[in-house]
C-alpha cells in the first residue's frame, strides 16, 4: 500500500486555501478596495489666497485708498486744480468719501488680524464694507441717468435728496450680511444661518454688481440705436463697475454651490472656484485705491474740456476765484 495520507491532506488544504482566496479576493477585493471611490470621499482641500499671510495686502491697500480718497475729497470740497467745473461734484464727493468708508472697514477683517473682534464690530464693519460699496454704485447709476441735468445745474435740490436717498437704500441692502456677521477662531466671518439673508446678500449683490452696470450700457445702447439724444453717461467713473462685477457673479455660483443647487462633480472645480472667489474678493478690495484715481482723471478731462469753452471774462473771475481760495 502507498501511504498517501499526508499528500491528500496537503492538497486538500491547498484547494481549500484556492477557493478561500477566489472566495475572499472576489467579495472583498473589488468593493472595499476602490480607491476610486476611496479618493472621491476624501476632503477637498482648498488653497485659500486672502489668509493670514495677505495682512499687508489689506493694510496698504487701506492706508492708500484713505489718502488717495482724502486727497481727492479735500480738492472737491475746496475748489482747486479748476475741478469746481465739475458737474455735479456733491456726487463725486459722495464717491470719496465712500471709497474712504471702505478703505476704513478693509483692515478689521483682514485675516491676520484675529482675536480683535467682538460680533458686533464684526457686523458694523460687513455692514460699511458693503453699504458703502452699494452707495458707489448707485451714486454711479445715478449720476449716469441724470447726466445731462447735472451738466446744466438744473437739479441741485433733487441731487441732495436723491443722494441721500440711495445712501438709505444701500445701508438697508447691507443689513442681511450684518445680520449674518459672526465671530469665528476670533475672525469676522459670514455664517448665513438663515437661507433667507444669503439669498437676500446675494441678489442684492447681483442687481447693484451686475445688473446695474450691464443696464447702463443696454440703456444707452438703445437710446443710442433710436437716435435719442440724452443717454446715460457712460464715461470713466463706469469702470468702477469693473472692480466689483467678478465678485457679483461669482457669489452668485458660490450661493448656488453652497446651497447644493449647483453641484461640482469633482475637487478641482471646486478649488477653482474658491480660487476665483478670493480674485474677485481682492479686486473689489483694490477699488478704495481705484475709485480716488478715477475721481481725479474724470475731473481732469471734465475741466480741460470745459475751461476753453468758457468766456474770457468768466475765465478770469474763474481764475481770480481758485487764487483766493488757495490764500
Known sequence: MVDSSPTDENLSNIAVGD???????????EADYDYTELEAAAPCHSYNLLDESSLPFYSLTSVLG??????VLFALLRPLFHWQLCPGRPILAQLAVGSILFSIAVPILAPGLSGV???????????????SAFAQALLIGCRACLGPKLGAGQVPGLTLWLTLGLWVVAVLLGLPITLAS???????TLTFRWGILQFMHTAACFAIFVLLPLGLLGAKGLKKVLGRES???VDILCVWFI??????????????????FLILSSCPAQQALD???????????????????LLALFCHQTTRTCLPSLPLPARQSFHLDTLGSKS
Not at 477557493?19 to 477585493?29: L, M
Not at 473682534?117 to 453699504?131: A, E, F, G, I, P
Not at 472692480?243 to 450661493?255: E, N, Q, T
Open 117 to 131: 473682534h467682538n460680533t458686533h464690530l464684526c457686523q458694523v464693519t460687513h455692514l460699511v464694507w458693503y453699504s
Open 19 to 29: 477557493d478561500f482566496s477566489d472566495e475572499w479576493n472576489n467579495s472583498y477585493g
Open 66 to 71: 484713505i489718502l488717495v480718497s482724502g486727497a
Open 243 to 260: 472692480f466689483w462685477w467678478p465678485h457679483g457673479v461669482l457669489r452668485v455660483l458660490d450661493s448656488l454651490v453652497r446651497s447644493n
Open 275 to 293: 480660487l476665483l472667489v478670493h480674485l474677485a474678493e481682492a479686486l473689489a478690495i483694490l477699488h478704495c485705491v481705484a475709485t480716488p484715481l
Open 182 to 188: 459672526d465671530i469665528s477662531s476670533g475672525l469676522g
Open 231 to 233: 443717454c446715460p453717461w
